[in-house]
């Protein structure tokens, strides 16, 4: 039978890590196999598209740049990883995936939403998953939630995260079906309550 694929979204700090590794344990825990990944990255390619998103250096990358990026990335993890591992009947639970690029690139970089999505899912047919957790919470709390300077994408600022979650959540009203919105700014095991319960419906 074929694994269910789980993906965990939301803007920096929202704890997808966080969360992606307690929900990948918890399957584990209960007997399934399980793969988690990340993104971008997560390929012997993808790990180097990834270091050309986020090297800090590149400030003057557009929104377009970004897009087929992350998207080249992408295609490369789904072919490699993600779809060989669901046939083999693994879990897959992925830390961003291309609603990421629909809400970064697409609402808040202005290449468009509905873009994004046509292409993610009408050319390149990339796999869908079965359950979409977005982890919800204002910026400013996530932001207090970091150290250090941040990324390229991190240094953006908050009115720029702020778009980022505004398109996210007009994703999920889109997606309804398959989004489950869950509010990130409590402490991590309600959260986690709340992300089990929506992956249990799927399993
Ligand atoms: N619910 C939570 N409450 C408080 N701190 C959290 C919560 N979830 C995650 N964190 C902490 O916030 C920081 C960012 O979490 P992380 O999982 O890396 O987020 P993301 O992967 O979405 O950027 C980490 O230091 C993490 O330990
Ligand atoms: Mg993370």
Redesign the pocket.
């Given at each position: 039978m074929r694994g269910r694929f789980i993906v965990v979204e939301?803007i920096?700090?929202?704890?997808?890590?966080?969360?992606a590794a307690r929900l990948a344990e918890d399957l584990a825990l209960r007997g399934r196999r399980v793969l988690r990944t990340r993104e971008p990255g997560g390929t012997r390619i993808g790990e180097r598209v990834r270091g050309l998103l986020l090297n800090a250096d590149h400030s003057e990358m557009v929104p377009l740049t970004e897009f087929f990026l992350f998207m080249a990335s992408r295609a490369q993890l789904v072919e490699q990883v993600i779809r060989p591992a669901l046939r083999r009947g693994m879990d897959v639970v992925c830390?961003r995936y291309y609603y990421s690029t629909a809400a970064y690139q697409g609402a808040a970089g202005g290449v468009g939403i509905p873009g994004v999505l046509h292409i993610a899912e009408k050319v390149a047919r990339f796999e869908r998953p079965d359950v979409v957790a977005l982890?919800d919470l204002p910026p400013a709390t996530a932001r207090a939630?970091?150290s250090g300077p941040g990324d390229r994408v991190e240094r953006k600022g908050l009115v720029y995260q702020k778009r980022v979650r505004q398109g996210f959540l007009s994703i999920a009203r889109r997606e309804r079906r398959r989004f489950r919105v869950i509010d990130?700014a409590?402490?991590?095991e309600e959260?986690f309550r709340d992300l089990r319960k929506a992956v249990d419906r799927a399993l």
């Open positions: 939301g920096d700090g929202s704890g997808k890590s966080t969360l830390d982890l939630r970091r990130a409590r402490p991590v959260v």
